[in-house]
């Protein structure tokens, strides 16, 4: 089950006179001070990435993006989608599928797995996608928005802490399809500004952006979720690197997230 945040009251004039953008930036307020106070969050800037923390981290976006990217395809020509549905700027699970082959090689697909927080993330998506597609401009907008935002931060603090020498493995921070990210995200967000949303559609996407945070969050499994997911013969030491390397991938995408709050409004 994917819990769902409390909805965020709003005026009916209030809803009218405010931008999304500005909207989702309130009602996710609480989710950056939680995420930016993270020991993770200290960790991070300290630089201490390792290679299977990295390699567990792109898992994860291979199966958030791929529910993301097909959603937004199906849904490309829905009112709320079509405004802000652009692949050649934005798709990312090219850029993943190549980062995943440069680490596990050309059977990368046979390899990876996917934790059991991230399999309810990309259910969401894919339930919303079905259900309610106007709910995918939450998503889209946390997530294409806080990489952009990130990206270019997060990927050298991953080059230099794995000791990569080039760009191999780290496509995923990059944007050749966006010259400038500052212009690009004006746009994105003059785009959203502009969908037309009746107010509980507009309260309901609201909610859905914090949601959207609390499940970049929430990719943290307990130990009893790990199964084989790393590892096949478990001893207790292995089992808690285990753990702290999934930790780091929730804080990962919280930190993403939490770069967009600092840099994208």
Known sequence: KVAVTQKPRHSSSHCQSVDLSEQIKTATKESHVRAENTELMLSFQRGQVTLPQFKLLLCSLH??????????????????????????????????????????????REQIRTPAA???????????????????????????????????????????????KGSEGLSFFAFPGVSSPNLFKQLYRSRMNSIEL???????????????????????????DLGGLLITTVDSGEANAAVRRQRFVGFFLALVTVTMGVYAF
């Not at 993301?68 to 692949?87: C, G, K, Q, S, T």
């Not at 399999?119 to 339930?127: D, E, F, G, T």
């Not at 009746?198 to 909610?207: K, N």
């Open 198 to 224: 009746a107010q509980e559609e507009r309260e309901s996407v609201l909610q859905e952006a914090a949601t959207a945070f609390e499940l970049n969050i929430q990719v943290n499994v307990c130990p009893s």
């Open 118 to 164: 991230t399999k309810r993330y990309a259910h969401r998506l894919r339930q919303i996608g079905r259900e309610n597609p106007e709910l995918l401009v939450a998503h889209a907008y946390t997530r294409y928005l806080g990489d952009l935002s990130g990206g270019q931060v997060l990927g050298r603090i991953a080059q230099k802490s794995m000791g990569l």
């Open 63 to 108: 199966e958030i993006y791929t529910a993301l990217e097909e959603e937004m395809d199906r849904n490309r020509d829905h009112p709320a989608v079509a405004p802000i549905y652009f692949p050649q700027e934005l798709s990312r699970l090219e850029s993943i599928e190549k980062d995943l082959a440069f680490f596990y090689g050309p059977e990368w």
